[in-house]
């Protein structure tokens, strides 16, 4: 296990080869004057949930090569079972491409709208004889085909005479049939030792609705039968997908060789993406959702595309995640903070500094005049010298960060605590002269502080320093918001071993904060707009449950950058 997340920590950063071999594959088509010269690849989603971070990469890949190499790019969705899609889903995949700059054009297309032709299709290998109505139920075909030791057996009607198996097969079509009395498979091998390749099923009897077509089909074809099929209508010219496929491609192969298609696409398979800290497979997401063990598909804990949108990624770090990982030969799984890194690096750059207090605890300067109040310049961006500086307002009480005070301090405690004296960011030196408590609970409810007026932005004329900055808000100016601190969903690096997944849920991946005060310049500011609270992280205004007036921020990454730090030892060492 660790060994996997070591390989795949190193291959991201330093197997070049793997990462363009994809790329080398296609320059030499091009070279070779395949295709004349053409490059067109697809994104094929099923419209059965959303997409995913793993779905990310294939999108950003698969967009990106036919942008290189001036090609073309299609969306086309897989929508060949009925039971498990929606339009909700549909939509969503297109706002979540459209979001992460994929551009089909005008080439969006379902596999519904070649069911015509897939039938043609299926009627044609009837025909020829490689294909035949199966009475076999489910539980039987599953026993006739064998193991990956033991050949299978041929099923009883696997002579079936060509007309009688078109002509159930039309009456499978009109909906003459109840699900599982018949399907249609191909004749291939029943000893082969793929077991893909065993007579593979074509067809299946299934009185649904679809989405698209309403009534008009009672058999929908399988997605094997439909995948490359529909890649060669459209003319890809390299349908590139995960490994999980690669047992595939001889039987996709096979129907390509075997019917009268227009285009031969090219199979390339790729490693998926697998993150700690997370599961990818859509049916566990989905059952994440209907148990309620999160909110929705775009919970913010998520690993769904809108989830990470909404919880404050960009578009750009998400595209730099997937260069940054690469494209690999084999299966492994990237550590989560290397996605965070991505966010971190890009808001450290580009988003502005604010002081927020999460937890408040009072402070009163007594030797500041009551009535009075003061502007205070404190900088935006200190990576970014050109997006200058803000007024904050200062006044006699503050708010600071309870953390930041200790009644009986260790040592090495630099804040806040009796008789010390520390430096309020872009403000004054205090210092701690008196600590008010609650008289029934104990609970410090106050501090008392004086200022000294000499220290205003921030140091001494004297020349003496302190070993504590506080963020701080004013009292009098504060805005009172609903502020949730998200961690990772699961508590464990690898939630699906050992186990049930849902065992490693974690309890604390979510905090929610109702009453954090906040600098008065966040007031008014809408959903998707990002800032750094000073020594507490990166926030993003939710883009749901935000009000105008009431914005709700959540915590997209803490200031910790793990992996930078992992890395900047790797090249130390």
């Known amino acids: 296990m660790n060994d996997e997340l070591r390989n795949a920590d190193a291959g991201s950063a330093q197997d070049s080869e793997s990462v363009d071999f994809i790329r080398a594959i296609i320059k030499d088509d091009i070279a070779a004057g395949r295709n004349g010269g053409r490059v067109h690849t697809r994104f094929p989603p099923e419209p059965n949930g959303y997409l995913h971070i793993g779905h990310a990469k294939s999108i950003v890949l698969n967009s990106s090569i036919a942008r290189e190499f001036g090609g073309k790019f299609n969306l086309r969705f897989d929508d060949t079972n009925p039971e498990k899609e929606d339009v909700e889903y ?107 390749m065993r007579d593979p099923l074509l067809y299946r009897i299934r009185h649904i609705r679809h989405h698209r077509t309403g009534d008009t089909w009672h058999i929908y074809p399988m997605y094997d039968f439909a995948h490359g099929q529909s890649d060669a209508i459209e003319g890809i010219t390299h349908s590139i997908c995960t490994l999980e496929f690669e047992v595939n491609r001889p039987l996709y192969d096979w129907f390509i060789e075997n019917l009268p298609v227009p285009h031969k696409p090219r199979q390339i398979e790729f490693a998926r993406l697998n993150l700690t800290y997370t599961v990818m497979s859509k049916r566990k997401l989905l059952q994440l959702v209907t148990e ?49 890194w991505a966010i971190r690096e890009e808001m450290n750059r580009t988003a502005p500094r604010v002081m927020a207090v999460l937890r408040p605890l009072k402070v009163v300067i007594t030797n500041y005049p009551e ?18 500086t803000r007024d904050v307002p200062f006044c006699r009480e503050l708010w600071i960060e309870r953390d930041d005070f200790r009644e009986e301090a ?59 900055t506080l963020h701080w808000v004013s009292a009098r100016h504060a805005v009172t918001a609903e502020v949730r601190l998200y961690d990772n969903l699961f508590r464990e690096p690898f939630p699906e071993e050992g186990g049930s997944f849902l065992d490693n849920l974690n309890p604390d991946s979510l905090e929610v904060i ?36 009431a914005p709700v921020f959540n915590r997209t990454v803490t200031l910790k950058d793990t992996w930078a730090k992992l890395e900047a030892k790797g090249k130390a060492g």
């Open 292 to 340: 309620g063990h999160v909110t929705g598909w775009d919970d913010p804990r998520m690993p769904t595309i809108s989830g990470l949108r909404r919880l404050g990624y960009t578009a750009s770090s998400i595209r730099t995640f997937c260069d940054r990982i690469g494209v690999a030969k084999r299966d492994s799984t990237v550590d989560l903070d290397l996605l965070k």
């Open 371 to 388: 009535d009075a109040e003061e502007m205070i310049a404190c900088v935006n961006n200190p990576e970014d010298p050109s997006a200058g």
């Open 514 to 549: 109702p009453d954090a005060k906040l600098e008065p310049s966040l007031a008014g500011v809408g959903p998707g707009y990002r800032c750094q609270f000073l020594r507490l992280g990166y926030f993003c205004v939710d883009g749901k449950d935000s009000r105008p007036g």
């Open 90 to 196: 549909v939509e969503s995949i297109k706002e979540d491409m459209r979001w992460l700059g994929a551009d089909w054009e005008d080439r969006e297309f379902y596999a519904s709208d070649y069911f015509d032709q897939l039938y043609a299709w299926a009627q044609h290998l009837v025909r020829e004889g490689k294909a035949y109505v199966c009475s076999l139920n489910e539980q039987e075909i599953r026993e006739y085909r064998g193991t990956v030791t033991e050949p299978g057996r041929p099923s009883p009607d696997r002579d079936r005479p060509a007309a009688e198996s078109l002509d159930l097969l039309e009456r499978m079509k009109q909906g003459e049939f109840p699900e599982g009395a018949y399907t249609l498979r191909a004749k291939i091998d029943m000893a082969h030792p793929n077991m893909k």
């Open 410 to 468: 260790p040592r090495k405690f630099f804040r806040l605590k009796p008789g010390a004296e520390v430096r309020l960011k872009h403000a004054y030196f205090i210092t701690c002269d008196e600590v008010i408590k609650d008289p029934d609970t104990g609970e410090v409810v106050e501090l008392r502080c004086t200022y000294d007026p000499e220290t205003r932005g921030g140091d001494a004329p004297d020349g003496r320093k302190v070993r504590g």
